[in-house]
């Protein structure tokens, strides 16, 4: 029978393809390994948090195929073929982005352990449309949990970076 | 916190999946979204020989909707579902529901079969399901096999899924015109687990009467539980005040609900009556908006 990725029957591994931050490559992955294993250590991507590892926290959050997603529920072979973007992959050359920006001016992070699945949340959503309104900008932080309980700050940078903010500014 | 071994299979076609089933059923697990199987396989708490990934099976990984009800495929996701604007009109129930189910980054890969078959008395989609007389489209490599909603889950996490079964798709039936449901929930924190749900559904008559209603909770019981004394009692009714008040306060006095570490079944009791009312009461104003 014919299946879509090919065991390694000496390694019990198996080559998955993928593109990460723009960057494609080829890797060797065990079958049992998670995405956020994956990339920590195998890729050397430790930006990407692991905290309660079944999905509650959000700190794994990343972007696969435009879509947020917890990377410690989905395995490395599921990713093949798939195009992921993770919190290095945000600022270019040393330039952050405005959400970033935003999150920095407006003391958006105490501990900063969560910070980076807010980032690929909100990222990930910001594409969708912007947030103009606290509600909104509580409902787009609901799925990752911040333990220092620094929420303020974050609805602070996201409705800083709203257009109705921006328009009221520049009144 | 890792997951045990397991070996990992990839098919794309659904003859493979039935015929990887037949094999290992009993030592396999199927993954399609993976937010409920995934944590407990990270936990340990399963240990499957082997792990059946139907994520490159595309004919499983679609829905169609027809003037004769809604066909959800083993792989559709339930934010695929919650952002179509033909499901929301023909099925707002379903829309609620799926607004309810966790947060976005777990709607972005679960999936509407995926948690019918883990079968969580806690979650909005069963119950939404046997409000909705859906039927489960269940295969195995030599068989095949139609179960209604209502006698598909069995217990707590458990289905009346045999272990070479996959749940191929669900149907459910065209809402009528004149049908109108919701659904409710308590959480303590948006996108947790529901302390109690409930699903609420009815069709109003041309005499201004409700009937064929059904009240379906999530979180009370085992599995989803109909509370049909509650049926009778706003069946026929116009759901006037004194109706909404007696059901509520019929529910609050019979109910037994489980009771564990979220919170005490005296809590459930109470805030499932609550919900009932609420849910009864939306369906009381949506009778407005129907022409009948």
Known sequence: MSEAVELDPVESKLWITTTINGAKGTHLVEQRITLADFLRKQIGLPGTHLGCEHGSCGACTIILDGKAVRSCLILAVQADGAVIETVEGLASEGELTQLQEAFHAHHALQCGFCTSGFLMSLTARLREGPIDTEAEAREALSGNICRCTGYSGMVEALLSLSNEANEDGAR | ?292
């Open chain 2, 1 to 292: 916190m890792k997951p045990s071994r397991f070996v990992y299979h990839a098919p794309t076609e659904l003859e493979q999946v039935l015929e990887l089933l037949s094999e290992y059923g009993d030592d396999a697990k199927v993954l399609a979204g993976g937010q409920s199987l995934m944590p407990m396989l990270n936990f340990r708490l399963l240990s499957p020989g082997h792990l059946i990934d139907i994520n490159r099976v595309s004919e499983l990984a679609r829905y169609s909707l027809s003037d004769s009800g809604l066909n959800i495929g083993a792989l559709a996701r339930q934010r695929e579902l919650e952002l179509s604007p033909e499901v929301e009109l023909a099925y707002p129930i379903l829309h609620e529901g799926l607004t309810n189910v966790a947060h976005v980054q777990i709607r972005n890969r679960g999936t509407i079969c995926g948690s019918l078959a883990h079968a969580d008395s806690a979650a909005e989609l069963p119950s939404i399901m046997v409000a909705l007389d859906a039927v489960m489209n269940v295969r195995s490599k030599d068989s095949r096999r139609t179960v209604p909603a209502e006698d598909f889950f069995t217990f707590h996490l458990t289905s009346s899924l045999n272990p070479e079964e996959l749940l191929v798709s669900v149907d459910l039936p065209r809402m009528g015109a004149n049908t109108v449901g919701v659904f409710d929930e308590i959480t303590r924190r948006k996108g947790d687990f529901a302390l109690v749900g409930a699903a609420v559904l009815g069709t109003w008559d041309s005499d201004g009467k409700i009937r064929d209603c059904r009240i379906v909770c999530s979180g009370v019981a085992p599995t989803p539980l109909r509370l049909r004394e509650a049926e009778r009692y706003v069946s026929g009714t116009d759901l006037s005040q004194e109706v909404l008040i007696g059901v509520q306060q019929l529910v609050t006095e019979s109910l037994e609900p489980t009771e564990d570490i979220h919170t005490s079944a005296e809590y459930r009791k109470k805030v499932t009556g609550v919900i009932i009312r609420r849910g009864l009461a939306r369906l009381a104003d949506q009778r407005s908006t129907i022409h009948v």
